[in-house]
């Protein structure tokens, strides 16, 4: 079974956001098929109008496109799939930067830190 | 399309509803859901035709819902209504003769997906295969409505999945509306479009799943909780 789903957000958002996690990491590549509404579905327990849904969200950000008798297929648009790829990037280093913030840390705090992380890292591969 | 127009239901002196009024469109996975003696097995037995209301109209495509309502509503009790003498195949044997609706195949495919033995007595199934029997007969019939009451409940956590992912599987959204009645909202949430939340046989509310996760960050336990509190 499919993991589970947290509450904060629609669970069409959260499909969404698999599928993008999915193609930037290669596991879908340029111009791959995505699984079909049913199959889907019956992967994730979720409600297929749901993951309509989903596909629907995904194909009006110009991600995927559906082609009639086909299927969904991922775009071959480098140019979307690389601002995709950024708007990522973005969402989660404003999440990282909010959280710290809120706990008080400062800007170099942050900066320093994360050049600490990836030195003790490259230290010990 | 269900239409519900001010339906009142008594048991002798005791009302179960109270003046309701709801619609359901086709094509959705709606849950009924409330607190035990809420009146949920009740708006599920008057949809199914079963018993009529005591005031109002219940409407399955237009049509009043009385026990002809059935070639158009299949309907899976809470209890367990079945000949316990049957093997599982001629429990659903009993089904295909009974309803010109059945889609053996169906059943069949439903059968190896639910690992049925179909040369096991009804009597001497387990409960949680006895749950997984009843899904099948109440699925494989090809009607616009299917019914639920319970489907879950009483059954162990991998029966429940299986049963869960049965519906999605053997479900046709663009032919099938499905209602049920549940206390699993964990399991259920990501299945429904819509819930009806009903308490002392009256409608509290009717909302998308994805609405209330959207708009008030809430999972639909919580939300229940919430409402009823109010």
């Known amino acids: 079974m499919a993991e589970l789903f947290n509450t904060s957000a629609p669970i069409y958002l959260q499909l969404c956001d698999r599928i993008k996690n999915k193609i930037i990491r290669g596991e879908i590549g340029i ?85 600490n992380y990836f030195n003790k890292k490259e230290e010990k591969p | 399309m269900i239409q519900l127009e001010s339906v009142s239901k008594r048991y002798l002196t005791k009302k179960a509803l109270n003046g309701i009024s709801f ?53 899976l ?9 049957f093997t599982v195949k001629e429990t659903v ?62 059954l162990d956590p991998m029966v429940r999945q299986s049963i869960v992912r049965s519906l999605i599987s053997f479900i046709d959204l663009e032919k099938q509306t499905v209602v049920l009645t549940t206390h699993e909202l964990q399991e259920i949430e990501p299945l429904l479009d819509t819930v009806i939340l009903i308490k002392n046989g009256e409608i509290l509310d009717v909302k998308s799943v994805e609405e209330i996760r959207s708009t008030e960050n809430l999972s639909l336990v919580d939300w229940m909780v919430k409402e009823y509190g109010n």
């Open chain 2, 93 to 154: 044997d009993f089904y295909e003769q009974t309803f010109s609706d059945f889609n053996r195949k169906k059943a069949e495919e439903m059968l190896d997906f639910m690992k049925l033995d179909r040369n096991q007595k009804v009597k001497h199934l387990s409960k949680g295969n006895r749950g997984r029997l009843k899904i099948v007969a109440a699925l494989a019939r090809d009607v616009p409505y299917i019914l639920m009451d319970e489907p879950l409940s009483g």
């Open chain 2, 77 to 85: 009790s809470e209890l367990d209504s079945y000949y316990s003498f």
């Open chain 1, 31 to 115: 111009g791959g098929q995505l699984p079909s509404v049913r199959d889907l579905a019956i992967d994730s327990g979720v409600n297929p109008n749901t993951v309509q849904r989903t596909y629907r969200e995904l194909e009006e950000a110009g991600i995927v496109e559906k082609r009639r008798g086909q299927g969904t297929f991922v775009t071959e648009n480098q140019e979307i799939l690389q601002r995709m790829r950024n708007q990522l990037k973005q969402q989660h280093i404003s999440g990282f930067v909010r959280e710290m913030s809120e706990m008080g840390y400062s800007k170099s705090e942050m900066v320093e830190g994360l050049q």
């Open chain 2, 23 to 75: 619609q359901i469109e086709p094509g959705h996975i709606i849950g009924l859901i409330g607190s035990n003696g809420s009146g949920k097995s009740t708006t599920l037995k008057l949809i199914s035709g079963l018993i009529r209301p005591t005031r109002g109209t219940v409407l399955v495509d237009g049509e009043i819902a009385n026990r002809r309502i059935c070639s158009k509503v299949s309907y």
